[in-house]
C-alpha cells in the first residue's frame, strides 16, 4: 500500500490460525474464514466491513468467494453500483459504494491446491482502474504471501500432532505412593509438545518427581520428550542419585538421538527421613543466584542441594518452557523447586496451590508445574537394628524380624522375611568392616534393607551343584517382588520387597 491499490484485506481461513482445522484435513470451502489484515492509504478514510480477528463472510457467486474453487484471480475491471453480485454480500456492497471504490481484484493465496486465504485489493475515485498488468505484481505478492501462510499452517499442524503425541505419552493419573498425596502437574497450553511431568515410586516407599523440557517443536520435540523421559526414568529406577541422572543426560550417548534437556529438575523425597535431595541441570544450566565469584555448580553440572520436608507440606516444582526455571530461589533450595509449608498448605490442596503460581507467573509465561503433598510414613511402620559386623549376630537379627512381623500382624511374611535377613545381613558381614543397619519398613510393601560401608554391590551367581554357598541372593530374588541395590555416602543399601497383600474382609 498504495503501490497496488488505494486499500487491500487479506481473509485467511481457519487452517492457518486454528490448529484444530489445521489438523482436520477439511477442504478452504469447509471451514471459516477470518479478516486476516487491513490496510487503506494514509489519509484515506475507508470503512471496514470486517475488524482484523473477526469472522467474515465470503458469499456464493461473488469474486471472494470464486478463488476458493477455481484457484484463478477475479478482475472486476468497472464495478458498478447495480452489479447482480453486490446483493448477495450485504456487509460489503454498501461501504464499496461509501468509498467509491471502481475496480476490484481478488487473489487466491493457494499453495498445492490448498486455498488458505484470499487477498483482495480495491481502487477508488482518483485511482486507474486494474489492468492485466497490475495481475503480474498482485501474483507475485500472492504467492510469497500464500508460502508464509503454508509454513505458518505446517508449523500448527506439527505442534498439533505434537501436543497430540504428549498427551498420549504422558499418564493422566500418576501412580498411587504413600509418599505424597494428590499429585497434580500443568503443562503449558501454549506449543510446548517437549514438556513432561512424571511421578516415579522408588523402593523403600520413596518417590520421584520430575519437570522437564526440550527444544524445538511439533513433533520432534514431542518424540524427544518421549525418548528423555523414558531415559530418566530408566536411571532414576536404577537408583541413581538425581544428581548423577543430571549428569548423564549430558552425554550424548546416554540418552537416544542424542537429544539433551533444555531443562529437568528431579526431586526424590523420602517419606521416611522427611527429606528431599534435589537435583537441576540442563543444556545450559545456570548457577543459583547468588552464585559468585566460582560458587555454585560449573556450567553444564548439575545444581544439587538436600532440605528438610515437614509432614503436610506442598512440594511445587516449576520449570520453565524457554529452559528457565520459574520458581523463585529460597535459602537452601535448589532453583525451580519451592516448599509451601504445612501451616499455609493446609487450607490449599496441590491444584490450588498451582493455581497461584501461575497467577503470580510473569507476564507471558506458561511454565510447567508439578504440585503434591507430602506424607511422613508413622514411627510405628519403620523399625531400625544396628547390627555387630560379626556372624553370631545373624540369628539375634533373624529373631527381631521375626517378633516384629507378629508385632506388626504379618506372621505370613515371617519366614520369607527371616531368611532375607539371615542373606543379606551375612552378606554384609563377610564383606564389609563397618558398621551395618538392618531396617524394616511397613508400607504398601514390606521392604528389607541392610546397608553396610562397602561400596560394592553383590550379585548373584551360578552355583554349581557341588559348591557350599552362591545361591543365597538367587532364593531371594525367588521368594521377594523386587530386590536391588542402591549405593549411599558412606556405602551401600541393598534391598527387597515383598506384596502385603490386606485381609479378605468376611
Not at 454498501?94 to 487466491?108: C, E, K, Y
Not at 513433533?219 to 518421549?226: C, D, E, I, R, V
Request: with cysteine.
Amino acid at each position: 500500500m498504495p503501490t497496488v491499490a488505494d486499500f487491500a484485506a487479506v481473509e485467511v481461513s481457519d487452517a492457518t490460525v486454528s490448529e484444530q482445522a489445521a489438523i482436520s484435513g477439511l477442504p478452504a470451502t469447509g471451514l471459516a474464514f477470518r479478516r486476516g489484515a487491513f490496510r487503506a492509504a494514509r489519509g484515506a478514510a475507508i470503512p471496514r466491513a470486517y475488524e482484523v480477528g473477526e469472522v467474515s463472510s465470503l458469499p456464493d457467486r461473488t469474486p471472494y468467494h470464486a478463488p476458493l474453487t477455481d484457484l484463478r484471480p477475479h478482475l472486476v475491471l468497472n464495478l458498478r453500483p447495480q452489479t447482480g453480485w453486490l446483493t448477495r454480500d450485504p456487509v460489503r456492497a454498501p461501504l464499496l459504494r461509501i468509498s467509491g471504490t471502481h475496480s476490484l481484484l481478488v487473489m487466491p493465496l493457494d499453495v498445492g491446491g490448498v486455498v488458505l486465504g484470499i487477498a483482495a485489493f480495491y481502487r477508488t475515485t482518483g485511482s486507474p482502474a486494474f489492468s492485466r498488468a497490475d495481475l503480474v505484481l498482485a501474483g507475485t505478492l500472492a504467492r510469497k504471501a500464500a508460502r508464509l501462510l503454508d509454513g505458518a499452517r505446517r508449523r500448527l499442524v506439527q505442534n498439533a500432532a505434537g501436543r497430540i503425541l504428549q498427551e498420549a505419552l504422558l499418564a493422566p493419573q500418576g501412580p498411587r505412593v504413600s509418599a505424597i498425596e494428590d499429585p497434580r502437574g500443568h503443562l503449558p497450553s501454549s506449543a510446548a509438545p517437549g514438556a513432561w511431568v512424571d511421578v516415579i515410586p522408588l523402593p523403600s516407599a520413596r518417590v520421584a518427581l520430575v519437570t522437564g523440557t526440550v527444544r524445538g517443536q511439533g513433533l520432534s520435540a514431542a518424540t524427544a520428550m518421549s525418548q528423555l523421559k523414558a531415559a530418566v526414568r530408566a536411571l532414576v529406577l536404577l537408583d541413581m542419585s538425581p544428581g548423577e541422572v543430571i549428569s548423564r543426560l549430558h552425554r550424548p550417548a546416554a540418552t537416544p538421538a542424542g537429544n539433551e534437556a533444555d531443562r529437568c529438575l528431579i526431586v526424590v523425597y523420602d517419606p521416611v527421613a522427611c527429606r528431599c535431595t534435589v537435583a537441576c541441570g540442563g543444556c545450559t544450566a545456570a548457577a543459583s543466584p547468588g552464585a559468585a565469584d566460582g560458587d555454585g555448580p560449573a556450567p553444564g553440572e548439575p545444581e544439587v542441594t538436600e532440605c528438610d520436608v515437614p509432614p503436610g507440606s506442598v512440594l511445587v516444582l516449576s520449570c520453565g518452557t524457554d529452559g528457565t526455571h520459574a520458581g523463585s530461589h529460597e535459602a537452601g533450595q535448589v532453583t525451580g523447586l519451592r516448599v509451601l509449608p504445612a501451616a499455609d498448605a493446609a487450607a490449599a490442596d496441590p491444584a490450588t496451590v498451582l493455581d497461584g503460581v501461575l497467577r503470580t507467573a510473569a507476564p507471558g509465561t506458561d511454565p510447567v508445574l508439578l504440585a503434591a503433598r507430602t506424607r511422613c510414613l508413622d514411627s510405628d511402620d519403620v523399625a531400625t537394628r544396628e547390627v555387630p559386623n560379626d556372624p553370631a549376630a545373624v540369628a539375634d537379627a533373624r529373631d527381631w524380624a521375626d517378633r516384629l512381623l507378629t508385632e506388626w500382624k504379618l506372621p505370613e511374611l515371617a519366614f520369607t522375611t527371616t531368611l532375607v535377613v539371615s542373606e543379606l545381613v551375612t552378606n554384609a558381614i563377610r564383606y564389609s568392616t563397618g558398621p551395618i543397619r538392618l531396617r524394616l519398613i511397613r508400607d504398601r510393601v514390606l521392604v528389607c534393607e541392610v546397608s553396610d560401608s562397602c561400596s560394592a554391590a553383590p550379585h548373584p551367581r551360578h552355583a554349581s551343584p557341588s559348591d557350599q554357598d552362591g545361591r543365597g541372593l538367587a532364593i531371594v530374588a525367588q521368594l521377594t517382588d523386587a530386590q536391588g541395590t542402591r549405593y549411599t555416602a558412606t556405602g551401600k543399601t541393598v534391598w527387597a520387597e515383598q506384596l502385603i497383600i490386606p485381609p479378605v474382609a468376611a
